[in-house]
């Protein structure tokens, strides 16, 4: 399969993610600000009950510096390095949409070649089918002479002249449940490996 373009998940790394997770350490950061502030709050609230004002004093000097930083961090996370721009933004989707557009059409023809080898594995069953009535065609004769002799007297005797083929007389597992769960299994295995590729493999995800 052809390798299809990655300029989206290259403007991700390089742009999107890291914009995002420094603006999430800003917010955090503000957080941690925030609640130094309310616990400041309270701390004045008993100093001026005390009228204490040289510890209203001090702490309304460490809670400038705390306002402070609380401006600082919002300008920070207002930059260049925390803020996605309309720029950053446009030059994900529009990657995203050509990749996504390319993968898409990428797909229909496997889609499309998936099930012409389904088709091809339908019309050899067909065959397995066929195959199989013709040995039980020749089975039920066998026991109804065998009943016959074993039973002379039998007179409800009568030839079997059908078959679900659920009973494969070959023992072959071609019974369509085997089948459509064995395929089943297969196919989440598939899934599997193919997402192990990219978490555990050889591919950067």
Do not use: C
Request: aromatic share 8%.
């Amino acid at each position: 399969m052809a390798k299809v373009n990655e300029k989206s998940i290259e403007v991700f790394n390089k742009v999107i993610e890291p914009k995002i997770e420094n603006k999430k350490y800003v917010a955090l950061e503000k957080i941690k600000v925030t609640d130094k502030l309310k616990e400041f709050d309270y701390k004045m609230s008993h100093y001026r009950n005390e009228n204490d004002f040289a510890m209203i004093a001090s702490l309304k000097k460490e809670q400038g510096k705390l306002e402070n930083e609380i401006v600082a961090l919002h300008e920070q996370s207002e930059d260049d390095n925390h803020k996605l721009l309309d720029k950053d933004i446009k030059d994900f989707n529009s990657a995203y949409d050509k990749e996504v557009k390319e993968l898409r059409e990428i797909n229909s023809k496997l889609i499309q070649e998936f099930n012409e080898k389904l088709q091809e594995a339908y019309d050899v069953y067909e065959k397995i089918a066929a195959n199989k009535v013709e040995a039980i065609r020749r089975a039920s004769r066998r026991n109804y002479m065998n009943t016959a002799i074993n039973n002379p007297e039998q007179w409800r005797l009568s030839l079997q002249r059908n078959t679900s083929l659920v009973d494969d007389p070959f023992r072959t597992n071609t019974d369509p449940t085997t089948l459509a769960n064995s395929f089943k299994e297969k196919l989440f295995n598939v899934n599997g490996r193919a997402d192990s590729e990219y978490n555990n493999g050889n591919h950067k995800w």
